[in-house]
């Protein structure tokens, strides 16, 4: 089972507004992210909450206890990062905290790409069963050369991921094993098209 940590807790500094609660096709981005993965055959669903919890919580509150697409999927939940100020390492550790024990991969997951669909999901999925068949532990998809999310790390690697600090995701983690690493080139650009700024979303939305 692969899990995926929806991380939603950050203060969307160079947005000057919470980000994932701007809709894009009459939807908030971070409604969009849970209804992507829900629709894939991911394991189970963990959404990181921290700035602004209380307004993202309400958007998300109709999905707690929902399961993903498949039998015997494990739910959606919703976990608060207390720390979620002290940078993005805090709710990256709050997500893998929560992921179920029976879980084989960690897939982190930006709630600001609403571009992503089930099938790129899927896709990224899939390659990580190709990743075990060749020894490696890391999935990383490309488009035209660019790196892009999201990824998947093996559970083995989750003593790594727990011990990142300050305001990064896993990069550094999969900075240590590049040998592990699996690439996978996508079919579009789904993968590296995010909410950053405001220029980001007037280009997603125009």
Not at 137 to 158: H, T
Not at 177 to 202: C, L, T
Request: charged share 30%; with cysteine.
């Amino acid at each position: 089972m692969v899990s995926a940590v929806v991380l939603a807790a950050g203060m969307s500094t160079r947005m000057g507004r919470n980000k994932l609660l701007l809709t894009f096709r009459d939807k908030a981005l971070v409604v969009h992210a849970v209804d992507t993965l829900l629709e894939s055959t991911i394991g189970e669903i963990i959404v990181v909450l921290g700035h602004e919890s209380e307004k993202v919580w309400d958007q998300l509150e109709d999905y707690v206890g929902r399961a993903p697409v498949g039998a015997q999927r494990r739910r959606v939940r919703l976990v608060k990062n207390p720390d979620y100020r002290d940078g993005l390492s805090t709710s990256v550790r709050t997500g893998v905290q929560a992921v179920s024990p029976e879980a084989d991969a960690i897939m982190i997951y930006l709630a600001d790409q609403p571009l992503l669909e089930s099938a790129d999901v899927d896709r990224i999925i899939e390659a990580f069963a190709a990743a075990k068949a060749e020894d490696k532990m890391i999935v990383v998809p490309f488009f035209k050369g660019e790196r892009g999310n999201p990824v998947i790390l093996d559970a083995s690697l989750r003593d790594s991921i727990l011990g990142i600090v300050g305001d990064v995701g896993c990069k550094g983690v999969i900075k240590r094993y590049p040998e592990k690493i699996y690439s996978i080139e996508m079919e579009n650009d789904h993968v590296v098209r995010d909410v950053d700024d405001v220029q980001a979303y007037e280009k997603l939305v125009g």
